[in-house]
């Protein structure tokens, strides 16, 4: 089983020792970070959090903000950062993307966190998804895509990624699913999307201190738990 979790940690500027036992507590093998830090030592701050989880840095930029953040369960086969297309006047976005081996499979999961803009972010879903695609192509992986989306399931970027991977909460949801904001969460802005054919056991929040959830940023944490033992064509890597 493939634990792959996406988390808006808002620059670790909230209560830091609450962040890092949801980190802890999200046990992930493959830990999708958007609003990573960014500015001041934000190489030692990136480590430190991923050393909450058991976890390192696999890849990203510290432009974006972005990292993916991999755990000892996996096998890292390559890591790297990408900007998106960049729109004038708006925030710099860009693509984390990190080849994992688990159960026999190779799997490509992208992080990205889309902008407030409807135009650039319906531009940067199409984008990123032919970016981890790419990657998965010329890795011989599963493609899965993992953020914050800053819209829901109704709107146009949302409905474009799912036009290529499967929503994984909608395909086994487990509680409300309901990310922002984490004091008193009313909408499903944050997801993983994985492509079809891999089994999705479950997705949704995790068990954590409610306190915890509500002091270490804006968002909650969402984790797709992912069978990776069989390809989107059915066959079983493993033999």
Not at 4 to 32: F, H, K, Q
Not at 37 to 63: D, I, S
Not at 68 to 91: A, N, S
Not at 140 to 148: E, Q, S
Request: with cysteine; glycine share 10%; proline share 5%.
């Amino acid at each position: 089983m493939l634990r792959v979790a996406s988390y808006n940690v808002r620059s670790m500027r909230d209560d830091v020792a609450a962040l890092g036992r949801v980190v802890a507590a999200l046990r992930a093998d493959v830990l999708c970070v958007q609003e990573a830090p960014r500015f001041l030592c934000w190489r030692c701050r990136r480590r430190r959090l991923a050393a909450f989880g058991g976890l390192r840095v696999a890849a990203g930029l510290r432009a974006g903000g972005l990292a993916v953040l991999t755990g000892p369960g996996v096998r890292l086969l390559h890591g790297e950062g990408r900007l998106l297309r960049h729109f004038p006047g708006l925030e710099r976005r860009a693509i984390a993307i990190a080849v994992v081996e688990a159960e026999g499979a190779r799997v490509a999961v992208g992080c990205v966190h889309l902008d407030l803009d409807q135009e650039a972010r319906l531009h940067h879903a199409g984008e990123a998804l032919d970016l981890v695609e790419e990657v998965a192509g010329r890795f011989g992986a599963l493609p899965v895509l993992a953020g914050d989306i800053n819209e829901q399931a109704h709107q146009p970027a949302w409905r474009h990624l799912t036009g290529r991977l499967a929503d994984c909460y909608a395909v086994s949801p487990r509680g409300d699913g309901l990310t922002f904001p984490a004091r008193n969460p009313g909408k499903r802005i944050d997801a993983v999307f994985a492509v079809a054919g891999v089994s999705v056991v479950s997705c949704g929040g995790i068990e954590a201190d409610p306190a915890d959830l509500a002091a270490a940023t804006d968002h909650l944490p969402v984790v797709a738990e992912l069978d990776c033992a069989r390809s989107p064509h059915g066959r079983d890597p493993r033999g």
